[in-house]
């Protein structure tokens, strides 16, 4: 009776004493694999935002700088120098503050930048029209970070220790240059607004990020647990294999590949149950097996001794005859064993099975006859094998003492060799009594009878047919049993064709 392992039956979740666990490494891989997206995602995202809205700003400020350039050209073309410019800064301010509409901040004759001078309007002269344009922009101050320069590039407005991160913008007039126009990006001096505004958008990155992480520390842990569980359910079932409950069961869920390990272990489990049980039942047999023969020799030997029987030739047949049989039974298990370990050794080369098969009958012949049995043999045409031929002699040998034994008058047996295809085909086939369909499959096993009175009373161990079944496997061939038309079973027998090649062996 099986047991099985249901879901529940796996322990809960507990902090374990090492962090070497399967469940703490799922969890730490996973979870860090899932930190390092976050982070990665944050820094992509920050780093794209902060390179995107400074690329909008610059190419916002060359865009807005073209009709500057415009202007200064004219007022070279009007002026024919930059004295106008340089000797009274108001109307370079006035150029900037009419086409920008940008605050124009002062620090004496210099621009100054707008997070440390308070900006205030341009001074203009008294009954002056208001400056045309758009109203003042604080969010794209500029003028701050322009300058000019001459043909040569010598400043004549502006900071000197800007001058290092200017841009130049050629001013041409005529087609000639000559002058520039400098500004220094915004990847180099952002607005203190700006920077308030990339900053507030970085921390909503953040956010997310940080939510991304739990999100997915959550989800780590969940599935590292889930596995964990599932595999711990397998390792339940392993420990209890090793203490020897092959009836234990694994709860098959899912189709996934733990469900189809769960199932290969339920197999498993089945396969050692089986194996189990036939041992015990193996070894229930050649007690039994070995105890009869043993039983009459005693019971034999005291009549001896007691003198109930006298000690004559038809006693020491009598025991001669159990001496013999518990010979044969133990050459047998001795054969069956040196073929499981892979011991028992072949002497092959190339034959003619059906020679083989002629030379066992004609070595029975006289028990066939005193049987009364009406044989046919049709050896067919080059049935050639590579093969030990004591070792088929034996198979063969073992097919007719089954013959013989459970074959009733009149008996008949008809045995066929003839090719099929890349196999040679043996059929022996037997009149009745045959056996159920149930039982044909398990005729090749080990102390296996159909009938146990008539096995003991035709003297067979039970094992004959088991080393007929490993003689053939160790050829390359297969060995099946089915009911004969005959009435009785019909065994078939194929080997691979000799093609000329192989060796000794």
Do not use: C
């Not at 976050?38 to 390179?51: E, G, I, K, P």
């Not at 009598?318 to 069956?336: F, G, I, K, N, T």
């Amino acid at each position: 009776m099986s047991s099985e392992l249901p879901p529940s039956s796996a322990p809960g979740w507990r902090w374990p004493a090492r962090f070497d666990t399967l469940r703490i490494k799922l969890f730490l891989a996973i979870a860090g694999a899932n930190a390092v997206l976050a982070l990665a995602t944050f820094l992509v995202f920050s780093w794209s935002f902060d390179q995107g809205f400074v690329e909008y700003l610059n190419r916002a400020d060359e865009a807005r700088l073209q009709p500057v350039i415009v202007r200064l050209a004219e007022g070279h073309a009007r002026e024919g120098s930059w004295k106008w410019a340089t000797e009274d800064r108001k109307r370079w301010f006035d150029v900037l503050r009419d086409v920008l509409g940008s605050r124009v901040v002062r620090r004496g004759d210099e621009p100054a930048s707008a997070a440390s001078v308070p900006a205030e309007p341009a001074a203009s002269a008294p009954g002056d029209a208001p400056p045309p344009g758009p109203p003042p922009d604080p969010l794209l101050t500029i003028d701050p970070r322009l300058m000019l320069f001459d043909a040569d590039g010598k400043l004549l407005v502006g900071r000197q220790e800007m001058v290092a991160e200017a841009v130049q913008k050629p001013i041409v007039r005529d087609g000639r240059v000559v002058g520039y126009l400098g500004y220094v990006p915004r990847l180099k001096t952002v607005a203190s607004l700006e920077k308030l505004f990339a900053a507030q958008q970085n921390r909503k990155f953040g956010v997310i990020a940080v939510g991304m992480l739990v999100a997915g520390l959550a989800v780590s842990a969940l599935l590292s647990w889930w596995l964990a569980r599932r595999i711990r359910r397998l390792a339940a079932g392993a420990h209890a294999l090793i203490q020897g409950h092959y009836e234990v069961r694994i709860a098959v869920q899912g189709a996934d590949e733990l469900a189809q390990l769960a199932g290969d272990f339920n197999h498993l489990a089945r396969t050692l149950e089986a194996a189990q049980r036939a041992r015990q039942q193996w070894i229930a047999d050649i007690a039994h097996e070995l105890r009869t023969p043993l039983a009459v020799l005693r019971a034999e030997i005291e009549a001896l001794q007691d003198g109930v029987r006298p000690l004559g030739a038809a006693s020491l047949g009598s025991l001669a005859q159990e001496v013999a049989h518990l010979s044969r039974l133990v050459d047998d298990l001795r054969m069956l064993s040196l073929s499981d370990t892979g011991a028992l050794t072949y002497h092959k080369e190339a034959l003619d099975i059906a020679d083989v098969v002629d030379d066992v009958l004609q070595a029975h012949r006289a028990a066939l006859h005193d049987k009364g049995f009406d044989v046919s043999f049709e050896p067919g045409a080059a049935a050639r094998v590579f093969g030990d031929s004591a070792r088929l002699a034996q198979v063969f040998g073992n097919l007719l003492q089954n013959t013989l034994r459970y074959t009733d008058a009149p008996a008949r047996l008809a045995v066929r060799v003839g090719n099929d295809g890349a196999q040679v085909l043996v059929t022996w086939e037997d009149s009745s009594p045959g056996v159920s369909e149930a039982d044909l499959p398990r005729l090749t096993e080990r102390l296996f009878r159909v009938e146990g009175s008539r096995s003991r009373a035709g003297g067979g161990s039970g094992l004959g047919l088991a080393i007929a079944v490993a003689i053939v496997s160790a050829h390359g061939g297969e060995m099946a049993a089915g009911a004969s038309p005959l009435g009785g079973v019909r065994w078939q027998l194929r080997f691979p064709k000799f093609d000329g090649g192989g060796a000794h062996a």
